[in-house]
Nanobody, 116 residues
C-alpha cells in the first residue's frame, strides 16, 4: 500500500492563495501526478495534472490561476492556487499513477474553503 501525504489546505478569503503538497514514498516509481477536487453534491473532477516529463494539463476553470509542479527527487507534487474563488471550495485529492502498472493511488484529501 502506497501512502500519500497531503498538506496545505485550509480557509482563505476570496482572492487569496494556498499551496497544496503531496508526497509519495521516494522509492516509488511514478508516472503522472495530479490533483482532483470534489465539492459537495458534485462529482470528483480533474484540476491539474503533470507528467513525468513536465507536461501539464489544467481544467478550464483554473487556467491562469493554478499552477501544478513536481519535484521528482522528492516524489512530491504541488498545486499553487492563486486568486481563489468561492467556487474553488472542495476537498482536494492528490493522485499518483504508478510507472509500470499505471495503477492510481489517492491521497486522503484536504479541505479547501474559500469565503466570499
Amino acid at each position: 500500500q502506497v501512502r500519500l501525504v497531503e498538506s496545505g489546505g485550509g480557509l482563505v478569503q476570496a482572492g487569496g492563495s494556498l499551496r497544496l503538497s503531496c508526497a509519495a514514498p521516494t522509492i516509488f516509481r511514478i508516472n503522472a501526478m495530479g490533483w482532483y477536487r470534489q465539492a459537495p453534491g458534485k462529482q470528483r473532477e480533474l484540476v491539474a495534472a503533470i507528467t513525468s516529463g513536465g507536461s501539464t494539463n489544467y481544467a478550464d476553470s483554473v487556467k491562469g490561476r493554478f499552477t501544478i509542479s513536481r519535484d521528482n527527487a522528492k516524489n512530491t507534487v504541488y498545486l499553487h492556487m492563486n486568486t481563489l474563488k468561492p467556487e474553488d471550495t472542495a476537498v482536494y485529492y492528490c493522485n499518483v499513477r504508478a510507472l509500470y502498472s499505471n495503477y492510481d493511488y489517492w491521497g486522503q484529501g484536504t479541505q479547501v474553503t474559500v469565503s466570499s
